[in-house]
C-alpha cells in the first residue's frame, strides 16, 4: 500500500460524457501527479500539483483539466469523452515540488468509454 | 524536454537468467534517474534511483543499475531473474518541462515476463 488513494477504480461511460477522478495523496505529500497509462501512448505525464497551485503541465488535453483542494486531494476532470481516453489514470504524491524525490502511485483509475 | 528510450519493449528469460534491460535518456545538464516496477494489477513502485554519487546503484529485490554519462545511459541489472520478477519496468528521469518546471518523464516500459 503505497498511501496514496484513487477512485473510482474502475469507470464505464459513453463518448461525450464527463468524469472526475478523486486522489488522495500520501500523509504529509504537498505533490501530486497525473499520469495517463494507455497500450500505445505508455505512460504520460499530464499535470502537477504543488500545495494547490498547478506547477508542471505535460501532454494533457484542453478537454482535460484538473484542481489541487486545499486539504490537498486532487480531481482529474475529464470530458467529450472519446474512445481514444480509454486509459489507466495514476495519481502520484511526493512531499518535493521540484519533482526530484520518489513518487509514491496509487492503484489507478481504469476508464472505458464505449 | 528530456526523453526517455527503452528500446527492449517485451523480454522473455527462463528463471535463474540474467537480465539487463537497456534505457537511454537525452542530454540535459544534471540528470536524475530512476526505474520504477509494475507488477500485474498493481501500481508503480520505485526499484532505484541515481541523483549523484556513485554510479552504480543498488535497489530493492537485488535489482542494480549503472549510470554511464558518456553513454547516457542507465540499464537495469539483476544477476539472476525469478518468476516473481515478472512485471513492467519503467526507467523515467526528471525533466525540464516547456514551462520550465520539472516533472518525471517515463519511458514507454519493458514488459518482462521471466518463465518457470
Known amino acids: 500500500d503505497s498511501g496514496v488513494t484513487q477512485t473510482p477504480k474502475h469507470l464505464i461511460t459513453a463518448t461525450g460524457q464527463r468524469v472526475t477522478l478523486r486522489c488522495s495523496p500520501r500523509s504529509g505529500d504537498l505533490s501530486v501527479y497525473w499520469y495517463q497509462q494507455s497500450l500505445d501512448q505508455g505512460l504520460q505525464f499530464l499535470i502537477q500539483?504543488?500545495?494547490?497551485?498547478?506547477?508542471a503541465k505535460g501532454n494533457i488535453l484542453e478537454r482535460f483539466s484538473a484542481q489541487q483542494f486545499p486539504d490537498l486531494h486532487s480531481e482529474l476532470n475529464l470530458s467529450s469523452l472519446e474512445l481514444g481516453d480509454s486509459a489507466l489514470y495514476f495519481c502520484a504524491s511526493t512531499t518535493a515540488g521540484g519533482g526530484a524525490g520518489e513518487l509514491f502511485f496509487g492503484e489507478g483509475s481504469r476508464l472505458t468509454v464505449l | 524536454a528530456q526523453s526517455v528510450s527503452q528500446h527492449n519493449h517485451h523480454v522473455i528469460l527462463s528463471e535463474a537468467a540474467s537480465l539487463e534491460l537497456g534505457c537511454n535518456y537525452s542530454y540535459g545538464g544534471t540528470v536524475n534517474l530512476f526505474w520504477y516496477v509494475q507488477y500485474p494489477g498493481q501500481h508503480l513502485q520505485l526499484l532505484l534511483k541515481?541523483?549523484?554519487?556513485?554510479?552504480l546503484v543498488k535497489g530493492i529485490k537485488g535489482f542494480e543499475a549503472e549510470f554511464i554519462k558518456s553513454k547516457f545511459s542507465f540499464n537495469l541489472r539483476k544477476p539472476s531473474v525469478q518468476w516473481s520478477d515478472t512485471a513492467e519496468y519503467f526507467c523515467a528521469v526528471i525533466s525540464l518541462m516547456d514551462t520550465g518546471r520539472r516533472a518525471l518523464t517515463f519511458g514507454s516500459g519493458t514488459r518482462l515476463q521471466v518463465q518457470p
Open positions: 541515481y541523483f549523484s554519487g556513485d554510479p
Open positions: 500539483y504543488y500545495n494547490g497551485e498547478e506547477r
